[in-house]
């Protein structure tokens, strides 16, 4: 227990000095707070997000806060994850390879009473690394065009804690506290025949978000949930430098000057789940949302944010519970997920559509130890009417572990 505790200290802080760098490299990231981050934990990856109804009895479920309220007692889990994404963008001219790689989350949980157990997660929210160069720009009442240059990087941070009490031994109710916080920069760049002003922008973000957790055992394979997240504002402040570069030198109008911007609103969200257990060893979960971006009124320059449905399919199968052999202990999993987007540039959807597969690999033999290993492919937006299109390969690694708490050892 001793080597796991320090093996999993060195993991958190190696995850800490990583989560001030830009996640997202996708265009889309230009638009609100960057793109969301989808850091499930566990097995989740391989089961296509799906997890809303799943107890957190061998893993921490971070779909819903309900789940841990049945946690075993005298386990205490520990989750630590990265990623690795490999994506291709593509418009109807030209296409481009990135790769990046960043851990996604840090979490652990543990009951408190036999009825109730607690949890503390850190994970990106959301974030983005975004770049346009030499974008003409017609000028109003003129022939003329301006040249325009933007970067941009940063994204918010989600410190969640989450309780939940056990009502009885079907029904479970949850609640968690998510503080987001982090900034985003804007560098723009406006070239007007020998003039060039540059206009620095950072953002500073914080907020607090609630949300509601349930589930229920129907019998012992059947398990509904249900969460709700409650419509936030998320606070917003900037600091901004203007500089002028012409003929007659360089003039700066604005220099880290700070002042009030629009803050920023998050929806409503509502998803329901079931999952269903069969022969003891193939587990299925279904899940949909359903987030109401319209209710926010909020808007681009390029674009608006409309309502979201998010679906997501999963089957996970283990072999043999308590098998003697290694390989009749792997567990498998897959799933599908598909997401209407809650972007919409020039009246067009930003899709996104995937497929995961995974490995569940026992660390130890007697107890929920694992190393979950998961590969997704998927596409986001698509070529034409002003989109890009993302094809994405994506490896997600996820330790975690499973400690046992003031049991005593038998001396033979």
């Known amino acids: ?34 793109s969301l981050y989808d850091s499930d934990f566990g097995s989740i990856p391989s089961i296509g997000s799906s997890g809303i109804a799943l107890p957190s009895n061998e893993f921490i479920n971070n779909l819903n806060p309900a789940s841990l309220g049945f946690m075993y007692q005298n386990h205490f889990l520990f989750d630590v994850g990265g990623k690795f994404i490999e994506t291709t963008y593509q418009n109807n001219s030209k296409s481009e390879n990135r790769n990046n790689a960043q851990f996604s989350h840090i979490a652990f949980a543990f009951p408190l009473t036999q009825k109730s ?22 000028i ?35 609640l968690s506290a998510a503080v987001l916080f982090g900034s985003t920069t804007d560098d723009r760049y406006y070239t007007v025949m020998n003039s060039i002003t540059n206009i620095n922008k950072k953002t500073n973000y914080n907020g607090l978000r609630p949300t509601l ?8 394979t059947l398990t509904i949930g249900s969460t709700f997240k409650s419509p936030s504002r998320i606070k917003a402040s900037k600091v901004q430098s203007v500089t002028i570069v012409g003929d007659s030198g360089t003039i700066t109008t604005d220099s ?32 949909y949302e359903k987030s109401l971006w319209n209710d926010t009124k909020q808007s681009e320059l390029y674009g608006d944010f409309v309502n979201q449905d998010r679906f997501a399919f999963g089957v996970s199968y283990k072999s043999k519970k308590n098998a003697r052999k290694y390989v009749d202990r792997i567990g498998y999993g897959t799933g599908i997920n598909y997401d ?73």
Do not use: C
Not at 149 to 156: E, N, P, Q
Not at 213 to 220: A, F, K, L, P, T
Not at 381 to 403: A, C, P, R, T, V
């Open 213 to 220: 957790g349930v589930q229920y055992q129907i019998d012992s």
């Open 340 to 412: 209407t987007g809650y972007l919409e540039v020039d009246n067009q959807r930003v899709k996104n559509v995937s497929f995961s597969l995974g490995l569940t690999l026992p660390l130890e033999s007697n107890s929920f130890s694992t190393l979950n290993i998961s590969y997704s492919y998927g596409q986001k937006g698509k070529i034409g009417d002003g989109l890009i299109k993302e094809n994405y390969h994506k490896i997600s690694l996820n330790l975690s572990l499973d400690g046992l708490w003031f049991v005593k050892r038998k001396i033979d």
């Open 117 to 138: 157990a607690f949890s503390v997660a850190l994970r990106p929210y959301s974030s983005g690394a975004f770049k346009i160069s030499n974008l003409k720009i017609p």
């Open 1 to 34: 227990m001793k080597n796991k505790i320090a093996f999993a200290s060195l993991l958190v802080l190696m995850s800490l000095t990583s989560f001030s760098q830009s996640i997202s490299s996708s265009p889309y990231s230009l638009y609100g707070l960057g």
């Open 256 to 287: 880290d000057t700070a002042s009030d911007v629009d803050d920023f609103y998050l929806p409503t969200e509502i998803g329901v789940g079931v999952s269903k257990v069969f022969k003891n060893n193939l587990t299925m979960s279904f899940d």
């Open 140 to 174: 109003e009442n003129s022939q003329d065009k301006y040249n325009l240059d933007v970067t941009g990087t940063g994204g918010l941070n989600n410190f969640d804690f989450s309780y939940a009490y056990k009502i009885n031994k079907k029904l479970s109710l949850g």
